[in-house]
């Protein structure tokens, strides 16, 4: 095959596969969808308003999220900095959670959950 054929197909495949890396989120997107879903259901069950904020050491990069990205969660409490709930969650390559699952508060930090995978 010579490089034109090469060239030819390599272009054919990247104007295929364009539609698809296109509607692909940021792993910040899928970060803040699943904080969304925490945040909703610990309110529904507290009966009152909670907001969240990223810890400074979360890498909530500009990384492109895969089909299937599992993101582990902790919630503090703000005044006393004490875990009252942890989550996994899975969401799609456009930032939509799949599911969300309640972790027992025995579990380790979402960083060492994260790590064991």
Do not use: Q
Not at 16 to 38: H, I, R, Y
Not at 95 to 107: F, G, H, I, T, Y
């Amino acid at each position: 095959m010579n490089n034109s054929k090469i060239l030819a197909i390599g272009c054919a495949m990247a104007v295929t596969l364009a539609p698809w890396s296109v509607k692909a989120a940021s792993l910040k997107d899928g970060l803040e969808a699943c904080a969304d879903a925490m945040v909703t259901e610990l309110a529904s069950s507290n009966g009152g308003p909670v907001d969240f904020s990223m810890s400074p050491d979360s890498d909530a990069s500009k990384a492109r999220l895969r089909v299937r990205e599992t993101i582990h969660l902790d919630a503090h409490d703000p005044k006393s900095n004490e875990v009252v709930a942890r989550a996994d969650c899975v969401v799609d390559s456009r930032a939509r959670v799949k599911r969300l699952v309640s972790v027992p508060l025995d579990e380790p930090d979402a960083a060492r959950r994260a790590m064991s995978l």
